[in-house]
């Protein structure tokens, strides 16, 4: 899980969801989404208010998780594992192997609409990972 802040002070999150959930701003539910498999990935932007502007949902049927976020000049960058196949918001990828592997999302912040998503993929399985606009770090073990 993870939040960063833009000069506006608006708030973007990104984590993980299973099962039904509602997502709701101010109390007022927005709407329902419902995982496709064990967990999924979810990312929204909040106004300095609290009010939901947009949630978006990656999703397959194993394990899929948003782990980091930075914002630039050139988007909002999303980290995070998939394992199988998954569709990372509008892209569908498949793990080599099945295996867990990685991907960057580039959203745009003003609609969390999908720039473009790379994926990483070893035999081994990702333990760490750390991302900015300009460098993605990682170690695999295994």
Request: with cysteine; glycine share 14%.
């Amino acid at each position: 899980m993870d939040v960063v802040t833009d000069v506006a002070g608006n708030a973007y999150v990104t984590g993980d969801l299973s099962g039904t959930i509602t997502i709701s701003s101010g109390g007022t539910a927005q709407g329902n989404t419902t995982t496709a498999g064990a967990q999924d990935v979810l990312v929204a932007k909040f106004a300095t208010d609290g009010t939901l502007l947009w949630a978006k949902h990656a999703y397959g049927p194993a394990v899929d998780v948003g782990l980091k976020l930075a914002l630039g000049p050139s988007g909002l960058a999303l980290t995070g594992i998939f394992t199988g196949t998954a569709d990372l918001f509008g892209t569908v990828v498949n793990a080599q192997g099945g295996s867990t592997d990685l991907f960057v999302a580039m959203l745009d912040p003003a609609d969390g609409q999908a720039q473009w998503v790379r994926t990483v993929s070893s035999p081994a399985t990702p333990t760490r990972l750390a991302a900015s606009l300009f460098c993605l770090t990682g170690k695999w073990s295994g």
